[in-house]
């Protein structure tokens, strides 16, 4: 073989090992880059309620997704482990509950969670499979309300706004069936699991259930409830975090992606007056 025919057969060579080298080199780089991106991208995990809530932020998921936010919701199903959990860290915030019983709730635990920000009013209703008005209450029917205490607080005083019954002066959401001072009818009360309540509603003649636990069963609070809040009602629900995270920037990210204009519109057309977006 002479010379020329190396040359060229050497040039060759080296033509194919620095292409090869320069593949390698982009993709490493690729690669790299691809990493990184990920390792940019910020995560929070959210605990919400099954059912409609968690629809409805399956929405803000998306929004927070395309501000390079990523969000895992955890599920749960009663109002006492979603801030068991926040508390201890397993969570990074949780959106169920409204600042009264937030605040009980810290109390009663030494937990030390906090609002972040407002997302829906869920104005609560009185359903019932026997009667079609409270003014059909007969003396001793048995009304369902909530255990806990602020939502069984709340309900009483819907029952006195529908004028059933009369709270002492001044209890407000600290009320309880204790602090009945005039029972016209001789009403009776059984607190239950908030949850339990539509399951249980046809051994009771009527009751008070969360709009969260309405939907769930197949009611529509608009329709269906035979007394109802006011849409502009203070409970309103929040975001909230363990005390002292409230700042962190990444919260102002998830803000935004429930704040959304794709939120309030899938709320609006979903579940009309049902659910009152609070922002």
């Not at 991106?37 to 929004?63: D, F, I, N, P, Y």
């Not at 955890?74 to 605040?103: C, M, R, W």
């Not at 909530?146 to 959401?173: C, H, M, Q, W, Y």
């Amino acid at each position: 073989m002479n010379k020329s025919y190396l040359s060229i057969l050497f040039v060759l060579i080296l033509a194919l090992v620095v292409t090869s080298c320069g593949a390698n080199d982009k993709k490493t780089t690729t690669e790299a880059n691809g990493a990184q991106t990920e390792e940019q991208r910020e995560k929070l995990k959210v605990g919400v309620m099954a059912g409609t809530e968690e629809e409805v932020w399956r929405v803000a998921v998306e929004v927070a997704a395309k501000d390079g936010l990523d969000i895992e919701l955890v599920t749960f199903s009663d109002y006492v482990q979603p801030n068991k959990v926040l508390e201890s860290g397993e969570i990074d915030a949780n959106a169920f509950q409204h600042v009264p019983y937030l605040d009980e709730f810290n109390a009663a635990n030494g937990t030390h969670i906090v609002k972040l920000a407002d997302t829906i009013n869920y104005p609560i209703g009185v359903y019932s499979e026997k009667i079609k008005s409270l003014s059909e209450l007969k003396e001793g029917d048995v009304l369902g309300l909530p255990n806990d205490p602020t939502n069984g607080a709340r309900s009483l005083i819907l029952f006195e706004s529908a004028g059933l019954i009369k709270l002492k002066e001044g209890v407000g959401i600290t009320a309880t069936v204790r602090d009945i001072v005039d029972n016209p009818k001789n009403l009776k009360f059984k607190e239950l699991d908030a949850a339990f309540i539509p399951k249980a509603l046809g051994d009771l003649t009527a009751a008070v259930i969360n709009t969260n636990f309405a939907l769930e069963n197949g009611l529509v609070p608009s329709k269906d409830a035979i007394y109802r809040e006011p849409n502009d009602s203070p409970w309103v629900n929040i975001i909230a975090v363990r005390e002292g995270e409230q700042d962190k920037p990444v919260f102002q990210k998830l803000i935004k992606a429930y704040q959304s204009d794709e939120v309030k519109q899938y709320v609006t057309e979903k579940f009309a007056d049902s659910m009152v977006v609070a922002w």
